[in-house]
């Protein structure tokens, strides 16, 4: 997965745009900081001299911080787009794999049933399907396949809420970037209180645009933490759920093995063992579904903490 997200981002135009305007940007804001830096406080006389030197490089250490995110925030949609598109691919591997599998132990009948060979192919067409999606993202040809390997999060250590909560804070692009202006917004402010009045029109503009940024920040945090629970929520029930359908997955298996053995003595019959794979090969797909849903649910909170 690793390799087929560096591929990824390396070859993506709209990306590559993103981190050119990003480094001009950084460049341009550099030039901009060094000429606030310039300017030695004790030449401050004026409110105007003042937004020359704080204003103006504070602005350019939003752009900084903002271009960046932005272009962060294309990365992330990228790495997530991929981690589902590999994720789907894997998964329908492992069922077909599932589904040959309960064909060769199909050894009562001559050749594998239809409705056995009706399944495989659906399965086939959708695995050809979610291959040339990922495939998309990787500016490949459509049918190209890939040797893919294990992706295992079963052993994922998800941290506390909070600590999911205090980390989206901080790596977040659209988090970044409404804090980003709340410092602008505060440092505007600063500047009216110590080169102007505070009661002046720029003193009332500058502590409403404050007052805007810290209602856009909570606003924004609102709608993170929203967000962050319902994702946190549903890596727990998935993993429930994940836990669940493997034990019943390996019930089966005993059960199928044992129907088996007391086939060969003639203590059942051929349509008691028929049951018994048929129940087998369902909770092996029950199994692989919810392994799939459990790892979609875990890369959807790390990319919702900005991970």
């Not at 980390?167 to 110590?194: C, G, S, T």
Request: aromatic share 8%.
């Amino acid at each position: 997965m690793d390799q087929a997200i560096e591929k990824t981002l390396k070859n993506n135009a709209d990306l590559e745009l993103l981190r050119l305007a990003a480094d001009t940007t950084y460049y341009d804001s550099l030039i901009t900081l060094q000429d606030s830096q310039a300017i030695k406080e004790n030449s401050i006389y004026t409110f105007k001299d003042a937004q020359t030197k704080y204003k103006k490089a504070a602005e350019a250490q939003r752009d900084i911080a903002t271009s960046k995110a932005t272009m962060d925030a294309l990365k992330s949609s990228l790495q997530f787009q991929v981690k589902k598109a590999y994720l789907e691919v894997f998964f329908l591997e492992e069922k077909i794999k599932s589904h040959k599998e309960s064909i060769n132990r199909h050894y009562w009948y001559p050749s594998p049933n239809e409705e056995a060979k009706e399944g495989l192919a659906k399965l086939q067409t959708s695995h050809e399907q979610a291959l040339a999606k990922l495939n998309v993202l990787l500016l490949e040809a459509p049918g190209k396949n890939w040797r893919l390997s294990t992706y295992d999060l079963t052993h994922y250590h998800l941290p506390t809420l909070e600590e999911v909560q205090a980390n989206a804070y901080e790596k977040r692009p659209d988090m970044i970037k409404v804090e980003e202006e709340r410092k602008l917004a505060e440092v505007k402010v600063n500047i009216v209180a110590r080169y102007s009045l505070k009661s002046s029109y720029d003193g009332k503009i500058a502590r409403n645009n404050l007052n805007k940024a810290e209602i856009l920040l909570e606003k924004a945090k609102a709608t993170v933490e929203k967000e962050l629970k319902d994702n946190y929520d549903k890596v727990i029930s998935a993993k429930k759920v994940m836990e669940e359908s493997i034990a019943a997955r390996d019930a089966a298996q005993k059960q199928y093995d044992e129907t088996k053995a007391d086939y060969s003595i003639r203590k059942v019959s051929l349509d008691e063992l028929i049951d018994r794979e048929t129940k087998l090969l369902d909770s092996e797909i029950k199994a692989i579904d919810s392994n799939y849903q459990y790892h979609v649910a875990v890369v959807t909170l790390k990319q919702s903490i900005g991970d």
